[in-house]
């Protein structure tokens, strides 16, 4: 009964070794069995240094609507693992591929508010282990990486923004594992390749401190900044001088007659609807921020100009419009109104009593009619000439003496000043605008 215990035993121990899977050379070298890589080097010990240095290969996208970047790039450890050692005559490294990268013990590094990472794994997976006979380990892989950038657009579009990656461990604090970048700030390297459609890529630089959480104790992390400034040029175009223009537009119905009413108003109009559509297609395209931006405060104000200039034409008509009804009931009340005529044309009745209601022009001679003349500054005026006999000994004191009184009407002056004041206004404010956000 013993033996053929024994012998089932062996028989057992045998059928093992037929499924294990056969070890390589380089594994037999490297003594992989003969050692629990699920621990870290020097287990026990002071915690083991691991450098790091990264080479961006691009920085794909940037987004204003989910605050995040997306960068690709090659994220390289460096190491010391005696267990690894091996003899060599001359001295040369051996490289190996992921298999036995997840044989061994690796740092577990991860990206601090990463969003979405993959490492690459066309054609194979883009993991690279090389051990030197020392012990000392290369560990590179390519990533690509999606984090989070907390973006200041209260200067948008002429905003400058600092994103950041941050890499730590995810299991070992820093009593176990002491995270560095391995040539300081010359260990991160970039292509000179990499351009944004939207940024200048103004500088890269590396930073390391402490992180600290409440369960687990303190970590080291790695940080990469870089610092991006927007290219202005494309909202100039698309967004700034559309909506210049359209102010600008406004102020052409200053200079059309009052009496045109189907070309100021259908102006106007437009305008505004014109920059209500460039705020929208602004917005659409801009996350849901509770604070102003710098755009919305341009297009907003020159929003506002527009729609002044909207109710600008509404203040003329309706002043317009009350001035022509009281000269209506002036000439009701005269016994003879003339227009801009010659006053040696008019024939009135001299018994009639002057209006109290009449403000006489202290120039005015009586007995003879002033001159019809335009102004000097090309302004837009009517005069009306009227012949009142100023004969009531109780309203003037006087006795009935014929005469002329000169009545200017001007129904343009609001339109007059809006052309000096609105382009003076918006030219102010360009000026303030850009000074402060330039």
């Known amino acids: ?53 990264v080479q961006v290969e691009s920085l794909d996208t940037i987004s204003e609507v989910d605050m995040d970047f997306t960068m690709t790039l090659y994220l ?17 490294s051996m490289t190996f ?30 993991v690279m282990l090389r051990v030197h006979p020392d012990g000392n380990v290369l560990y590179s892989l390519r990533i690509t990486v999606t984090a ?30 002491m995270l560095y970048w391995k040539k300081g700030n010359e260990s991160l390297n970039t292509d000179e390749r990499i351009s944004l459609s939207q940024f200048l890529i103004q500088k890269f630089h590396t930073t390391t401190k402490l992180a600290f959480y409440s369960s687990t104790g303190w970590y080291n992390r790695l940080y990469i900044h870089f610092t991006l400034r927007r290219h202005v040029f494309f909202f100039l175009l698309q967004t700034y001088f559309p909506a210049t223009l359209m102010v600008m537009l406004s102020w052409v119905s200053f200079w059309i007659d009052r009496r045109a009413v189907p070309a100021r108003v259908p102006l106007g109009i437009t305008t505004v609807l014109t920059m209500s559509t460039i705020i929208t297609g602004v917005n659409a395209s801009m996350p849901r921020v509770s604070y102003i931006k710098a755009v919305d405060i341009y297009l907003w104000v020159s929003f506002v100009f527009v729609f002044l200039s909207v109710i600008e034409y509404a203040a003329v008509n309706y002043l317009s419009t009350v001035q022509e009804r009281k000269e209506r009931k002036l000439r009701e009340r005269l016994p003879c109104t003339c227009g801009i005529g010659n006053p040696d044309d008019m024939t009135c009745d001299p018994q009639i009593s002057g209006y109290t209601t009449m403000d006489v022009n202290s120039t005015a001679n009586y007995g003879t009619a002033g001159n019809y003349a335009m102004p000097e500054n090309g302004g837009r005026q009517e005069r009306m000439l009227a012949q009142v006999v100023l004969g009531d000994p109780q309203l003037t004191g006087q006795v009935k003496r014929p005469g002329y009184v000169n009545i200017w009407i001007d129904t343009h002056a609001i339109d007059k000043y809006s052309r000096v004041l609105f382009p003076g206004s918006y030219a102010l404010f360009n000026i303030i605008y850009w000074s402060i956000y330039s």
């Open 1 to 53: 009964g013993d033996k053929r215990q024994e012998w089932t035993e062996e028989l057992i121990a045998s059928l093992k070794d037929m499924t294990k899977s056969p070890m390589t050379k380089s594994e037999q070298l490297l003594r992989i069995d003969d050692h629990d890589f699920t621990m870290r080097p020097a287990f026990g010990g002071p915690p083991i240094p691991v450098g790091v240095d």
């Open 97 to 126: 591929d992921s298999r036995l990268a997840k044989k061994i013990w690796v740092p577990d590094m991860f990206f601090v508010h990463s969003k979405r990472s993959f490492i690459h794994d066309t054609t194979t997976d883009n």
């Open 76 to 92: 390289r450890h460096y190491w010391k693992d005696e267990r690894l050692s091996f003899p060599s005559t001359n001295n040369q």
């Open 148 to 177: 989070m950038c907390n973006m200041d657009l209260s200067r948008f579009p002429l905003d400058t923004q600092t994103c950041s990656l941050e890499i730590e461990s995810y299991a070992y604090t820093d009593d176990d594992l």
